[in-house]
């Protein structure tokens, strides 16, 4: 088994930092107290060598040796005896006995009687020890021993190799606490006949291994590798196992294969009972000017749909300076999206985020920026998956896109933009099941966004007036209603953004806030123009939201530019820290206001009559860490009632103590609750008082011996029915954690798909089942785990 990862050495143990903040505080209190108006240097912490993580073998072998005793005897320069609470110390070495025999001539010693031994965090206690010091060789018969990562267990014997090997002969190894009483076992033990230990390659290795559970073996192998730390390796990695709906009992053994420092490669082979065999490569890697990684999942025949399945992705992003004045800095981004089939996103649910869709993109960019101007071209094909009881109809295809920007900043108090794209776009409605009734409107499409504004900017507020001018050219394969295969579109644009900042002092709740009023007047005008017989290419509705209420076209993409002569007023109030300056309470409201009616509307909408608009209300508060609150209502100005109303807060007391719940409707559309949680049980109320009994060591959960309930709930108030939910258990027991989480994931209307996940986690050894850890991160925000390694182990954690 190996672990892949990254870690990092620390550069100072606490005790460093303990003993500069102490001479700090040391050197402040001598100071002699001013008797006039003088200008004091404050002391500043200065880095000592004196206690460094790492020691090096020529300081080891060059630092002097200290000896302690109750009886000393023996020749200068040729050896010494020490006896009764003898005690034997060197760099980064710590020897206690009854009795210590040391060979100064040799570098030896021998120690008998109660030994015990501590180098860079690791302690071994036993009756016997002979050692090189120098070189750390030598056997310690029946010992026990404490590692610097929190193990500790027993042995027949122990040979040090040297200074980063050990064998352990009849070892067993565990990272339970142990208690007092000789009848103690630990919940989980590993017993090995031969463990070798390499901390220069952070490498073990087992012979004869057994892992036992309860008393219960779970696991035994003849020979087994593991990492010590986080570092990357080449190895198996923990097989993983769940159940599955569809594809039934899945049993997966992946292969980790570090290739090079940034560059690695991971074969997973997963056996699914009702399906067959999977095999899934992962390769990435990450250059100082380009990164990238791809996804290759094959089964060749899949006993569910009786063929074979196949899904690729791949991403590529880099950039590299041309050397060449007139390219500037070149990019290249790549994306490839291509599965086997129709049925691929409901079959492989949880291929990767990018093969679960229906829409599934692959595009191919070049890029090249110098100074103020930009380019881009790129080519874009989609793969559409269709389902019958739900078609879509395929996006247009990009054959090719190119792109030109132009952007100046603050010439004489002006700001110009100029953006130029020339597009081909093709599709094929072909293959959506039962035909279509739209128009195929494959063609050419080029414009020309050119505007000029002049923002004035000062501490009371901001006017910002400015001028575009939008000009399309359509050349259209299929002839328009009347006959034309060429279009022209002009319309220019005028837009007046004006607001002001007033603020005051104020006290809150005995906190001391800055309040701020903002009104805001945005005013637009666009004159008509029909364009209702121009195609759709890609153009779609905005979000109708407090940001997207100010902007000049209600849609994206070119293809419909909104006629507008409106006013849009709003106003915004900030709460925030005095101190800070950190934003504690959001709160703002905003409307539209039509002199004439909007005629350019998409096919789907109807015209927007003249007057007021929706009135938008939204308020955020974060008065602490605690808790937080955002909200967004859409009150309809004819019937006086909310359209659309979304409200999300979150509750997290502690670490390992969330609760976010949201509500979300759309009139006549959907109305959903999403709840999801992590919070330990039976501790369903959380007072200040709890405050002492959280762990002092980061990503170590609320303590052994809890159960956690973890979960996300997603429930369709519309339809009377969940639609995605996950339910979940965690156990804390100190040394090893237990997990069950049930996921169900709704594929369509009528379908679902459902999985059971369990694992056992051995803290400091493996994890054995199937992973729930990303499904609860990706699904549970704020989510932790319960075991974290935050800060590396420090060799003066058992400093002696």
């Given amino acids: 088994m190996t672990s892949r990862g990254s870690g990092s050495a620390m550069g100072f143990g606490p005790v460093c930092w303990a003993v500069c903040c102490l001479l700090s505080f040391q050197t402040s209190a001598q100071t002699k107290p001013s008797t006039g108006p003088t200008t004091e240097i404050a002391p ?7 206690l460094e993580e790492r020691i090096s073998d020529k300081e080891r072998n060059q630092s002097p040796v200290f000896l302690e005793g109750q009886s000393i005897t023996g020749r200068p320069d040729l050896d010494v005896v020490i006896e009764g609470n003898a005690r034997l110390r060197r760099s980064g070495l710590s020897v206690k006995a009854d009795r210590i025999e040391y060979d100064q001539t040799q570098d030896t010693l021998k120690a008998q009687g109660q030994v015990r031994i501590s180098r860079d965090g690791n302690r071994f206690e036993g009756p016997q020890l002979e050692l090189q ?87 035994a192998v003849p020979s087994l590798s593991f990492a010590l730390t986080a570092d990357r390796k080449s190895g198996f990695l923990t097989p993983t196992m769940g159940i599955d709906s569809v594809s039934g009992l899945e049993v997966a053994t992946p292969y980790y294969l570090n290739i090079a420092s940034n560059r690695d490669a991971t074969v997973t082979t997963t056996v699914k009972s009702k399906r067959g065999v999977a095999v899934d490569t992962e390769f990435r890697y990450l250059e100082e000017t380009y990164q990238g990684k791809s996804l290759i999942n094959l089964m060749p025949s899949d006993a569910l749909r009786n063929q074979a399945r196949w899904g690729v992705s791949a991403q590529h992003n880099g950039s590299f300076d041309s050397g060449l004045n007139a390219l500037g800095r070149v990019g290249l981004g790549l994306n490839l999206n291509r599965v086997s089939d129709d049925n691929y996103w409901r079959d492989f649910p949880r291929s990767g985020l990018s093969l679960t869709q229906r829409l599934l993109p692959s595009t191919g960019a070049l890029s090249w920026t110098q100074e103020d101007v930009s380019m881009t071209a790129q080519v874009q094909r989609w793969q559409t998956l269709q389902d019958v009881a739900s078609p879509i109809t395929p996006p247009y295809d990009r054959t090719p896109q190119i792109v030109l920007r132009h952007t100046r900043w603050d010439v004489n108090g002006l700001d110009y933009a100029t953006t130029a794209e020339t597009t ?377």
């Avoid at 500043?44 to 004196?50: A, D, G």
């Avoid at 076992?185 to 230990?197: G, I, M, Y």
């Fill in 133 to 219: 010091a120098d070189t750390f060789q030598g056997q310690f018969k029946a010992p026990t021993f404490v590692l610097s990562k929190g193990g500790h267990g027993q042995a027949q014997n122990i040979e040090f190799v040297d200074a980063k090997r050990v064998i352990i002969h009849n070892a067993t190894y565990t990272t339970c606490t142990r208690l007092p009483g000789p009848s103690w076992l630990p919940d989980w033990v590993l017993k090995a006949a031969r463990l070798s230990l390499d901390d220069e390659e952070s490498e073990a290795q087992t012979q004869s291994m057994q892992l036992r559970f309860m008393d219960i073996p779970i696991l």
């Fill in 44 to 50: 500043v912490l200065r880095i000592s060598p004196m």
């Fill in 424 to 800: 081909r776009f093709e599709t094929n409605y072909s293959r959506i099941p039962g035909g279509t009734t739209a128009v195929l409107r494959n063609g050419q499409r080029s414009y020309v966004n050119s505007q000029v504004s002049m923002p004035v900017v000062s501490p009371w507020g901001f006017i910002t007036p400015k001028v575009q001018l939008h000009a399309t050219r359509y050349q259209i394969d299929t002839p328009l209603s009347d006959g034309r295969t060429s279009v022209n579109r002009v319309l220019p644009t005028f837009s007046l953004d004006t607001g002001v900042v007033l603020e005051r002092d104020a006290n809150v709740f005995g906190r001391a806030i800055r309040q701020t009023l903002e009104p805001r007047a945005f005013y637009l005008r666009t004159p008509y123009a029909d364009q209702s017989m121009l195609p759709l290419y890609d153009t779609g509705a905005t979000d109708f939201n407090l940001s997207t209420i100010y902007s000049a076209n209600p849609y994206v993409g070119q293809d419909r530019v909104a006629d507008n002569n409106l006013l849009t007023l709003g106003v915004t109030s900030r709460y925030l820290d005095a101190n800070t300056g950190a934003e504690l309470a959001k709160f703002g409201f905003a409307q539209r206001l039509r002199f004439d009616d909007q005629r350019v509307t998409l096919p789907s909408e109807s015209l927007v009559a003249k007057g007021f608009s929706d009135m938008l209300v939204g308020a955020g508060v974060r008065w602490d860490d605690r808790w937080s609150l955002d909200s967004l209502v859409q009150f309809n100005n004819q019937t006086y009632r909310s359209e659309r109303t979304t409200v999300g807060a979150r509750y997290s007391p502690t670490p390992y103590r969330v609760l976010n719940m949201a509500y979300r409707m759309t009139r006549d559309q959907s109305e959903q609750i999403d709840v999801g949680w992590q919070w330990p049980l039976g501790d369903f109320r959380w007072s200040a008082a709890q405050e002492n009994s959280l762990p002092s060591e980061p990503g170590q959960g609320l303590g052994p011996g809890r159960w956690y309930s973890v979960g996300r709930m997603n429930f369709s108030l519309k339809d009377n029915r969940m639609v995605d939910s996950i339910y979940g258990f965690e156990f804390d027991a100190g040394c090893w954690l237990g997990r069950v989480v049930f996921e169900r994931l709704q594929s369509t209307v009528s379908t679902s798909t459902s999985r059971l996940l369990f694992q056992l986690e051995f803290v400091g050894l493996a994890r054995i089942g199937s992973s729930p850890l990303k499904t609860l991160r990706d699904n549970i925000p704020r989510y932790q785990f319960l075991r974290e390694d935050m800060v590396p182990p420090s060799r003066f954690l058992q400093y002696e």
